[in-house]
């Protein structure tokens, strides 16, 4: 196992992400045996970072892995959960949340503890100071009870700008959505260059973008072939993210004793892309985006022309970005932020931002288009 320096400590630099544990029926019936086989063959072969969270399979995730943990010395491992903020609901009740993340864990204290989610719907809230959520978790770190406070983020460039600028100095670390898509897709790159501005690592989730990276074309696969014909796409994702010196900790929600024991072979070892590799596995990406994208440029003649005065630009690329994904929480959670008059249902069709659009990207049957996946 590589193992990757923060602060005083060694972290193995795949951590076990408790998102996607096996279970039975349905998301909230872990199978327990089948986790704590998994923690076991993971303790076992050096992975020492565990991330769950308040909200991962139904609220039982913390309560499985406090189990699965509970059994090794408390020093031999380290265990990360988060103040689950994407729900606004919470806001007014981050200490008996804590309280009960302690007891769901069986522990006394958290090594790592995030703000999670901060993105367009929460910002304001999590910089609300009547809620105290800082000001508490500060004070738990104080008290030991966190060892290392950060935050996880799925919002915008800017908004991340935001929470820095409030909070940026008490941050130790970050977790992001970072995969070789995402890096140009979601604007990974400029987050991450964002965080090194503050001195911040970087903790990855969605190396994998929920398995969209692990199973590539027969085209796709063969150019990666011709420049490493021992790694399949899986590994090829992980070797990405070992080319980024600012990612510390890669987090994999593995559901099965295959997935973990492949993911902890990939890393053994260390192989960084080389350029050639890094190029085409970026191309490789271009042509996937460039098959499910409008190509917006943000050019913004268009919302000069718009009578509703939509930012059409920005639900362009939330449109995008549900449209590549298949749909997901991303689009949805960023809108709770817009007006209800600035949706895409605002949108009336006439069509005055196509006639000025360079791209000539028909805007109106996009909105509808987005308006109908929201709603379905």
């Known amino acids: 196992m590589i193992y990757k320096k923060f602060q005083d400590l060694e972290l193995s630099a795949l951590g076990m992400g408790a998102m996607r544990l096996p279970v039975g029926k349905n998301d909230g019936d872990i199978d327990q045996a089948a986790t704590e086989e998994m923690v076991d063959y993971a303790m076992k072969n050096g992975v020492n970072y565990y991330d769950t969270a308040w909200g991962y399979h ?11 943990l ?20 919470n806001m007014d ?27 367009e719907m929460n910002i304001d809230a999590y910089l609300e100071p009547k809620y105290g959520i800082y000001d508490y978790l500060v004070k738990q770190k104080e008290d030991g009870r966190i060892h290392h406070l950060g935050f996880s983020a799925h919002g915008s460039y800017e908004v991340m700008k935001r929470f820095l600028d409030a909070y940026g100095e008490k941050m130790e670390f970050c977790q992001l959505q970072i995969n070789w898509l995402d890096w140009t897709f979601q604007d990974a790159k400029g987050k991450v260059e964002l965080l090194k501005e503050y001195g911040i690592p970087v903790w ?3 190396p994998l973008r929920g398995g969209k990276l692990a199973s590539l074309s027969e085209e796709e ?14 590994a090829w994702a992980f070797r990405f993210l070992q080319s980024i010196d600012e990612v510390t ?3 994999s929600g593995m559901s099965n004793m295959e997935q973990l024991q492949k993911n902890i072979k990939t890393f053994e070892t260390e192989q960084k892309l080389n350029k050639e590799e890094m190029e085409t596995l970026l191309g490789i990406a271009q042509e996937m985006l460039k098959e499910k994208r409008l190509p917006c440029t943000a050019c913004r003649y268009c919302t000069t022309h718009c009578p509703k005065g939509l930012d059409i630009p920005s639900l362009i690329e939330l449109y995008n970005e549900h449209n590549f994904t298949g749909g997901g929480f991303i689009a949805p959670m960023a809108l709770m932020a817009v ?27 996009a909105m509808a288009d987005f308006n109908a996946k929201l709603k379905g």
């Open 70 to 89: 509970g059994k090794y010395p408390r020093d031999s491992y380290y265990l990360a959960t988060k103040f689950p903020g994407y729900d606004l609901s």
């Open 93 to 119: 009740k981050v200490e008996a949340i804590f309280e009960e993340q302690l007891k769901k864990c069986g522990v006394d204290y958290f090594d790592f503890y995030l703000f999670h989610n901060v993105c």
């Open 204 to 206: 990855v989730m969605e």
């Open 221 to 234: 696969t063969e150019k990666l072939a011709q420049l490493r014909p021992n790694e399949d796409a899986a």
């Open 339 to 365: 007006p209800e008059d600035k949706q895409p249902s605002a949108c009336v069709g006439c069509r005055s931002c196509e006639a000025v659009c360079p791209q000539q990207i028909k805007i109106s049957e």
């Open 58 to 68: 139904e609220g039982n995730s913390e309560t499985a892995m406090g189990q699965a």
């Open 249 to 251: 900790v890669v987090l």
